[in-house]
């Protein structure tokens, strides 16, 4: 942790003077209190919606208002291509080619679909490794899963939890229990990024030691996607889902986002008339021939009003750079570190990592009691945060939108109020 923070206002409005990114705070509406903007740290559950967002949606309800169905053609983004715009933004973010990535549906049906498409179980080789305390929906879609193919959840999904007196995953644990199940093991699906404890995984050697073992190595990026910069192809990761109105700001239900590795093309999978080769797709006739690449499992026509903010919102990622809002973001999270241990009188304990390459722009709060009050005090206080069960309250300052004043304030506010 860098020796230079202090508790004083005029290190937090140095930072921001010099912070190169500092310009994007004001391309974003932000929720008032008091006649203020809001202290927002919870782009980790919806992000804020950019300036450019009503633009963008007005463009295409002209386009639908004097063009009709000639939009799928004409007009300043035609239709039967929208998937295609979001794809060269996209590969940069998650770092894999743009072949190997496409936005469609929402997280969960997407990632119901490539289960479902990489999942082959045998008598010998049927279980999936995931870790303890995922993700509801995720432990809902194994869970189905398995049942789907005849198999017990008790005995066909390994879960692997923290060592007794931690609460987040040793690396070399996962690495361990993949090694010992590996004989039975099809798949490994992770969280990139654990929703509770904050803690991003090594995707990388996770996916090796996969692949040692002859399972395929999926994970659910919806707390990672626009927050770390990652190298899906490079790592030789098989597939991943993640949602876009986290940290990719697209605004609520905003259409999913797919990758699966190029070598996986033309694998089996459940298709529909937008997955199919556009050579023959207006032909109409039997015989699924799916798009040799991850547009091939497109299922349903462009979600066109569910796409365009996610279209708008990654202009300012392409302007910005993720390299860019990551370094901003590992100096922004360390400096709300520091500053939350200077609060004494507020007993809790920070369960994310402390190293950075370790967690993203979330810090997680565990209280042993009184969590839920002092998340309800804080909302009262205009600091937008999150609270979930048991006793923890989630504060993320996304590095597009919030400022080191924004950290200062969350920290006055906390020592003086609580």
Known sequence: MPVDHNTTPGFAKQADASDELAYLKQQFHFPKHNGKDVIYFCGNSLGLQPLQVAAAVETELNSWKELAVGGYFKGPNPWLYYQEYMKPSLAKIVGCRENEVTVMNALTVNLHLLLLGFYRPTPERFQIMMEAGAFPSDQYAVETLVKHFGYDPATAIIEISPQEGEKTLRTEAILEAISEHGGSLAMVLFGGINYY???????????????????????????????????????????????????????????????????HANRPRLGGWWGNDEKTRF?????????????????????????????????????????????????LTAYLEYLLHQLPNIRFEIITPTDPESRGAQLSLYFIEKGKEIHDKMIENGIIVDYREPGVIRVAPAPMYCSFEDVYRFYEILRDNF
């Open 283 to 331: 032909k109409m006739e039997k015989g699924f021939v799916p798009k040799t690449d991850a547009g091939g499992w497109n299922i349903s026509t462009a979600q066109v009003f569910n796409t365009v903010c996610l279209k708008a919102a990654l202009e300012l990622f392409d302007k910005a750079g993720i390299d860019q809002l990551r370094a901003k973001s590992i100096r």
């Open 197 to 263: 404890t904050g803690q991003f995984f090594d995707l990388k050697r996770i996916t090796e030691a996969a692949h040692a073992v002859k399972a395929i190595a999926g994970f659910d990026l919806a707390h990672v996607a626009g927050n770390l910069p990652l190298q899906l192809h490079n790592w030789d990761v098989d597939f991943a889902a993640w949602c876009s109105y986290k940290y990719l700001n697209a605004g609520p239900g905003a259409v999913g986002g797919v990758y699966v590795h190029e070598r």
